[in-house]
């Protein structure tokens, strides 16, 4: 009897480990990366080379001398984060914040629950609120920083950005007592410059066309499913919509919604993530109209123009009540015909 061993389900182990799904994950993430560092050079690089380096660091020194147990960094999970915390900042943020970052994401967010696979909510995000709360100056300075070829950016379209995101200059210019005609018109904002080239925001949010490349990797390695970002993306599309259609001179349309901001970047990397989202198909739905809703919300009635990450975290929250309610079939549940 000393043998048998008394776990709760699934029992049931697929082929992919965690090392090979989080590979997935940075590869998927890849075309993101590369775009950053084309539009902002060194800054994105040091961006990059920094969340990684610290969450790694931080995740083996806790776990070797402090959990006193084998460091698994090797999973490739702390990598993940470090990216993912990497793309959520401002190009032109300062190295230290990024470690400051990295400590909160893994060291409280992750390690302080037991280390990967038990944390509630999704150690990046929480990361990048920490930063906005903590240093609210920093972590909105969307300064224009060198890019890595000059020459590339000649056109009018990246002529036009400015150093603010889309939606602050929207929710800056509605407080001035503006009409979304006026500030569209004086910023030149359009639906083909917001997906095909760079606008102001995190280093993760300036191609469009990269997270959707990205998405549709994951989707197709089915490391992901659908649910959790299409429910979002309808929620966002839908919601706005309404707003916008009730009246268009102070809401913006839903493909703007859509194309600016971290929505592509929070609902395909970050609200999929496997530990703090629901298991079942029904669970999942939910889980993305609430982040897309609150999302808007506090888009539109917010102080904060942005309101992807703290919908995410809220929704994390959430996540234990959603999988107690809304769980799948049971195995050999047997079925009632008629």
């Not at 893994?106 to 909510?121: D, V």
């Amino acid at each position: 009897m000393k043998n048998l061993i008394v776990s709760p389900s699934p029992h049931i182990h697929g082929p992919k480990s965690t090392r090979s799904l989080m590979t997935d994950v940075i590869i998927a993430l890849a075309p993101a990366m590369l775009v950053s560092v084309w539009y902002f050079g060194v800054s994105a690089i040091t961006l990059l080379v920094t969340g990684v380096v610290s969450c790694v660091a931080v995740e083996y020194l806790i776990q070797r001398f402090l959990m006193k147990k084998e460091p698994s960094v090797k999973d490739c999970s702390a990598i993940v984060t470090g990216i993912l915390l990497a793309l959520n900042m401002p190009p032109a943020a300062p190295w230290w914040l990024v470690v400051i970052g990295s400590v909160v994401a893994i060291g409280i967010a992750k390690m302080t629950f037991g280390g990967i696979g038990q944390n509630l909510f999704n150690p990046a995000l929480v990361g990048r609120v920490f930063l906005l709360v903590s240093f609210p100056v920093l972590m909105t300075n969307y300064a224009q920083v060198d890019p890595l070829f000059p020459g590339a950016f000649s056109g009018h379209a990246v002529d036009a950005v400015s150093g603010a995101t889309p939606l602050a200059i929207v929710k800056e210019g509605l407080g001035k007592g503006m009409t979304l005609s006026q500030i569209f018109a004086e910023n030149d904002f359009s639906s083909a410059q917001m997906f095909f080239v760079r606008i102001g925001g995190s280093a993760g949010e300036v191609s469009a066309i990269a997270l959707l490349i990205g998405f549709a990797y994951l989707l197709v390695r089915k490391v992901i499913k659908p649910h959790i970002p299409l429910a979002i993306f309808a929620t966002v599309f839908v919601f706005s919509g309404i707003l916008w259609l009730a009246d268009p001179e102070r809401y913006a349309d839903p493909l703007f919604n859509l194309l600016t901001g971290g929505i592509l970047l929070g609902a395909i990397f970050m609200a999929t993530d496997y530990v703090t989202s629901p298991m079942s198909t029904k669970g999942m739905v939910i889980y993305g109209i609430g982040i897309g809703m609150l999302t808007i919300l506090i888009r539109d009635f917010g102080s904060y123009p942005e309101g992807v990450s703290f919908a995410i975290l809220i929704m994390n929250a959430v996540v234990p009540l959603l999988n107690m309610y809304c769980k799948p079939k049971r195995f050999g549940k047997e079925v009632k015909n008629g």
